[in-house]
């Protein structure tokens, strides 16, 4: 892999597990990680990586942005049992729903199953299970 894009998979990271909301803090947590660049370097990755910035807001990837919208507007709760989480949807809305889970980056997420209105998810661990209801459950609020 190139240097280009190793950098930009550590952007990639760093907008998904961090609150990043200047180019400033992006540059500087970069550094920190052994990767030297400018402002204008920054400008140029967060540009082609697409990421969107909502007003007040951090930085945020595309398919993020798609994933919490979704979420948003078509699941009405969900619950952790051991290492499978129940989701329930807007009627008609599961397999919505369902796609953009098994499309989405979640840690320990192995797969769904969608009916009409509710989604079973299982994962690797009852953590993981946990860590996929408090994630979502902050997004429906």
Same mark, same amino acid.
């Given at each position: ?8 998979? =550590? ?5 998904? $597990? ?7 803090? +992006? =540059? ?8 030297? *660049? ?16 909502? =007003?007040? &807001? *951090?930085? #945020?990837? /595309? ?13 009405? &709760?969900?619950?952790?049992? #051991? ?6 949807? #807007?009627?008609? %809305? =599961? ?13 320990? +997420? +192995? ?14 661990? /009852? ?9 979502? $459950? %902050? +997004?429906?609020?």
């Amino acid at each position: 892999m190139s240097k280009l894009d190793d950098r930009r998979d =550590a952007i990639r990271t760093l907008v998904r $597990n961090e609150s990043i909301r200047t180019q400033r803090e +992006l =540059a500087d947590r970069l550094r920190e990680l052994g990767y030297d *660049c400018t402002q204008a370097t920054i400008s140029r990755d967060i540009t082609e990586l697409r990421l969107e910035k909502p =007003a007040g &807001s *951090c930085y #945020m990837l /595309p398919e993020d942005m798609r994933f919490q919208r979704i979420i948003h507007e078509l699941v009405t &709760s969900a619950v952790a049992a #051991m290492n499978i989480v129940v989701v329930k949807t #807007m009627s008609g %809305s =599961a397999n919505a729903v369902a796609e953009v889970l098994d499309t989405s980056k979640f840690e320990g +997420l +192995l797969g769904t199953v969608a009916g009409d209105n509710t989604i079973m998810i299982v994962t690797d661990d /009852p953590e993981h299970a946990q860590n996929l209801t408090d994630k979502l $459950n %902050s +997004l429906i609020a």
